[in-house]
């Protein structure tokens, strides 16, 4: 079955970095785009990068220049680089499997930003 295993949040100053990461198993991972999302308190889930199994990515306006998507098929993981972290970050990530959104979600892993 398909699991997805979220890693790399914590506690950061503003201005600061974290690289998160997703690791799949359960299906072909190369074949498949994949998506971070973030859930703030009392805000609906967002996307905030997603990538295609051909490298293409697309970001939200709010991380565009700061956070960077990748993927590493071998490993089968996929990461997200969070650069100049502002307290407006904080909040917990998800990968999501596919270019679109399904059904598959990890269990998220919490970024603070935070002084």
């Known amino acids: 079955q398909v699991q997805l295993v979220e890693s790399g949040g914590g506690l950061v100053q503003p201005g600061g970095s974290l690289r998160l990461s997703c690791a799949a198993s359960?299906?072909?991972?190369?074949?498949?785009?994949m998506g971070w999302y973030r859930q703030a308190p009392g805000k609906q889930r967002e996307l905030v990068a997603r990538?295609?199994?051909?490298?293409?990515?697309d970001y939200a306006e709010s991380v565009k220049g700061r956070f960077t998507i990748s993927r590493d098929n071998v490993k089968n993981t996929v990461y997200l680089q969070m650069n100049s972290l502002k307290p407006e970050d904080t909040a917990v990530y998800y990968c999501?499997?596919?270019?679109?959104?399904?059904?598959?979600w990890g269990q998220g892993t919490q970024v603070t930003v935070s002084s």
């Open positions: 999501n499997k596919g270019f679109y959104q399904s059904n598959y």
């Open positions: 359960g299906y072909i991972f190369s074949l498949d785009g």
């Open positions: 990538i295609t199994n051909a490298y293409n990515t």
